[in-house]
């Protein structure tokens, strides 16, 4: 499986982003995928996490109501609206195959990661 994740950039606090990530290699519809986050200086963090359908999401608590998650089978391709930014924001963003999980550790292809950044 590989994993390209795109769409991070420099934005304005309460600015909007999307990210995407695109699958290859493998049937994309079987997995269930998730996206982290990393700011610099600190450990990897969940963000939010979707089941192989799409029909079920988890959320951090730093993002509910915030952040989206969304995927299209059709198109291989995972996705992560990102709204009302805030400049904790400001990470890279990896996405990654995995369980339905929290935990980092429970995913196991993960993208090259996309840069965010927030300003205030």
């Known amino acids: 499986v590989q994993l390209q994740a795109s769409g991070g950039g420099l934005v304005q606090a309460g600015g909007s982003l999307r990210l995407s990530c695109a699958a290859s290699?493998?049937?994309?519809?079987?997995?269930?995928m998730g996206w982290f986050r990393q700011a610099p200086g600190k450990e990897r963090e969940f963000v939010a996490t979707?089941?192989?359908?799409?029909?079920?999401?988890y959320y951090a608590d730093s993002v509910k109501g915030r952040f989206t998650i969304s995927r299209d089978n059709a198109k291989n391709t995972l996705y992560l609206q990102m709204n009302s930014l805030k400049p904790e924001d400001t990470a890279v963003y990896y996405c990654?195959?995995?369980?339905?999980?929290?935990?980092?550790?429970?995913?196991?292809?993960w993208g090259q990661g996309t840069q965010v950044t927030v300003s205030s």
């Open positions: 979707i089941s192989s359908s799409g029909e079920s999401t």
């Open positions: 290699g493998s049937t994309f519809s079987n997995y269930v």
């Open positions: 990654a195959k995995g369980r339905f999980s929290i935990i980092a550790g429970q995913y196991d292809y």
